[in-house]
Nanobody, 117 residues
Framework: QVQLVESGGGLVQPGGSLRLSCAAS????????MGWYRQPPGSGREWVGT?????????RYVDSVKGRFTISRDNAKRTVYLQMNSLKPEDTAVYFC?????????WGQGTQVTVSS
């Protein structure tokens, strides 16, 4: 079992940046593949990107955020990050992190990101 707590959301103007954090409980953080998802208003949850377990040397992103968003992890701090640059109004959503290991999935409660002038 692992508990995830996201933070770092807020209101930002178009073109701005935010860094989301997802802190995990437990001592086995490095074994989890970590992912970020988002749920725009009135829409379903969609995948944003993932980072591999261990050193996190493999990352993947949905096309709409490639070149703007970066996922990283710090296993010593049991935290995964989502750096979001050049934000657009269509990035407005509740952002969730996910931990995945051998078919088991754990989710955080989400953090709101609003991109608006």
């Amino acid at each position: 079992q692992v508990q995830l707590v996201e933070s770092g959301g807020g209101l930002v103007q178009p073109g701005g940046s935010l860094r989301l954090s997802c802190a995990a409980s437990g001592s086995l953080f490095s074994i989890f593949h970590m992912g970020w998802y988002r749920q725009p208003p009135g829409s379903g949850r969609e995948w944003v990107g993932t980072i591999s377990d261990g050193d996190g040397d493999i990352t993947r992103y949905v096309d709409s955020v490639k070149g703007r968003f970066t996922i990283s992890r710090d296993n010593a701090k049991r935290t995964v990050y989502l750096q979001m640059n050049s934000l657009k109004p269509e990035d407005t959503a509740v952002y969730f992190c996910q931990a995945r290991f051998q078919g088991a999935e754990f989710w955080g409660q989400g953090t709101q990101v609003t991109v608006s002038s």
